[in-house]
């Protein structure tokens, strides 16, 4: 990554109008999700891609057969 790069991903820059590009603010721990709810997301989130995932294979058609370069390996 060059300097410029890091520069710009760095907290303190700014945008080209010269407004913070990130801004900070506190949150009640309060307003946060607990662990479990965090899990809990993340396994609902995975189901729901993975239904997704399935749903374009179907759309995708059958396997193309052996001579593909996307064959399918058992």
């Not at 991903?9 to 721990?29: F, H, N, P």
């Not at 891609?49 to 057969?65: I, L, M, S, T, V």
């Amino acid at each position: 990554m060059a300097i410029d790069d890091a520069d710009r991903y760095a907290a303190s820059s700014v945008r080209e109008d010269g407004t913070a590009r990130y801004v900070w603010q506190s949150v009640k721990t309060e307003d946060l999700p607990s662990y479990t709810g965090i899990i809990a997301r993340s396994i609902a989130e995975r189901n729901q891609w993975r239904a997704e995932y399935e749903q374009a294979k179907q759309r995708a058609g059958p396997d193309p057969g052996p001579n593909s370069a996307s064959r399918r390996v058992a």
